[in-house]
């Protein structure tokens, strides 16, 4: 299916600073989406912002694929920044999972 988008920026040390995510977050990407978050986990700075926006769909498997990238992250002992715009839906569906505060969602609700 692959109608999700996955961009890597690039620091002056050429380690990935920011990630932007968008489009179909959905179950049928699933396959792909990790192969883009394994290709990057050894590739990252030490403090990383990544953007999810211009979401058309997005369901568990991404979340669930997410906090994966996010424990490994942790592992690392990498810093990671998030920036979300989501629609109301997309939203509750975060908080419904119970990982809006995880996820340092609290800024959406402001």
């Not at 290709?39 to 926006?53: A, G, H, M, T």
């Not at 920044?81 to 939203?91: A, G, R, T, V």
């Amino acid at each position: 299916m692959e109608n999700f988008t996955f961009r890597k920026t690039l620091g002056e040390q050429g380690r990935i600073v920011g990630i932007e995510i968008s489009g179909l977050l959905i179950l049928e990407n699933s396959q792909e989406l990790k192969k883009e978050f394994l290709s990057v986990i050894d590739c990252l700075n030490n403090q990383v912002k990544i953007s999810v926006s211009n979401v058309s769909d997005i369901d568990l498997s991404f979340i669930q694929l997410l906090m994966a990238f996010i424990r490994q992250m942790n592992v690392a002992h990498l810093a990671y920044q998030f920036e979300w715009n989501l629609d109301e839906d997309q939203k509750t569906l975060f908080e419904n999972v119970g990982l809006s505060n995880e996820l340092n969602m609290n800024n959406l609700y402001a």
